[in-house]
């Protein structure tokens, strides 16, 4: 069975561009989460998707987004991109459904370095 | 919003010896996890912990649901060098917040002497 897969795993912007980060999760998984990993923050929470709708929401600015497909797959963007959103972007899947979606498989995480 | 205060941010132990890390929170959880990560790749779970008071193992690690809801404690016994990485405990609310997301400590590093 195969595992959460992110693409690209490492990419480079500036300052000012937008970025498109992919998840696909584990076959028969619908939740799918997004966190950012710094090192100063740990893993805070973006965004989590269950049926193609945003059932909840971080602290993050606008700038952040994300949808799920039909398929559960998913995407964020981040748009304007500024130094501090270099980071490791975690995408999770978990089974369960809207309530209690508890325990979360990650993939290996996408990489962005902003300069 | 819910925060969780992980310690030790760090550890250096021996090869053989046991270790214990905690997580508390400001707010009852009545769910707490806990994951490794190594290097380059995203956290994987160890444990799940679902009631008040439960005690897990998994093979040399265990970990406990504080009786309070608040805490959480994970050892390892016996470490090797393969424990090394970074150890983080996750939770989420109870009552009728089921629909929170996780929400994560900032981790405990496990550095291993052999």
């Known amino acids: 069975k195969a595992g959460v897969t992110q693409t690209p795993r490492y990419l480079i912007k500036t300052r000012g561009q937008q970025v498109t980060l992919s998840c696909s999760p584990i076959?028969?998984?619908?939740?799918v989460s997004w966190y950012q990993q710094t090192p100063g923050q740990g893993l805070q929470f973006l965004f989590e998707?269950?049926?193609?709708?945003?059932?909840n929401k971080g602290n993050f600015p606008g700038r952040f987004s994300g949808r799920q497909f039909s398929n559960s797959r998913s995407e964020m963007n981040v748009s304007t991109l500024e130094l501090g959103d270099s980071a490791l972007y975690l995408c999770?899947?978990?089974?369960?459904?809207?309530?209690?979606?508890?325990?979360?498989?990650f993939g290996a995480g996408s990489r962005l370095t902003v300069l | 919003g819910q925060q969780l205060n992980q310690s030790p941010q760090s550890m250096f132990i021996q090869e053989g010896e046991d270790v214990s890390m905690n997580c508390t929170s400001s707010s009852i959880f009545n769910t707490w996890l806990w994951y490794k990560q190594d290097p380059g790749e995203g956290p994987v779970l160890l444990i799940a912990l679902y009631k008040a008071g439960e005690l897990t193992s998994n093979g040399r690690l265990t970990a406990q649901f504080g009786i309070t809801r608040k805490d959480s404690f994970l050892n390892i016994s016996a470490s090797i060098p393969s424990d090394v990485g970074i150890y983080f405990c996750?939770?989420?609310?109870?009552?009728?917040?089921?629909?929170?997301?996780?929400?994560f400590g900032k981790g405990t590093r496990l550095s291993v002497i052999a």
């Open positions: 999770a899947s978990s089974l369960l459904g809207p309530v209690g979606a508890n325990v979360l498989t």
């Open positions: 998707y269950f049926s193609e709708t945003q059932r």
């Open positions: 076959s028969g998984h619908r939740s």
């Open positions: 996750a939770g989420r609310g109870g009552g009728n917040s089921g629909n929170t997301p996780l929400v």
